[in-house]
């Protein structure tokens, strides 16, 4: 596995905590890597939740440049920001 390759749970933990916490208006598996959660319902407030719920479930702190809309905005871009962060070896 490359650094940049997903462990094959990543996806199944991103998807439990957007069921948990991003108060989606569709089920989360209806939701294609690349989808808008933003388009899809979630809210800022929830964003922050699901955030907090990555950091949890992955024993992670985001850096403070990846703290933007856009890093929370996807399957896909959760799943890189978390690569980055055991990229960078922050655990």
């Known amino acids: 596995m490359t650094q940049s390759a997903a462990a094959p749970d990543d996806d199944a933990v991103i998807r ?15 939701l294609a890597d690349s989808d808008d959660l933003y388009e899809r319902g979630m809210t800022s407030l929830a964003s922050v939740t699901v955030m907090l719920a990555l950091e949890n479930a992955f024993d992670i702190e985001f850096a403070d440049h990846l703290l933007r809309k856009s890093t929370f905005a996807s399957v896909r871009a959760m799943r890189a920001a978390v690569n980055e962060m055991r990229s960078a070896g922050v655990l």
């Open 16 to 30: 439990h905590v957007l069921q948990e916490h991003a108060r989606l208006a569709v089920p989360v598996d209806a």
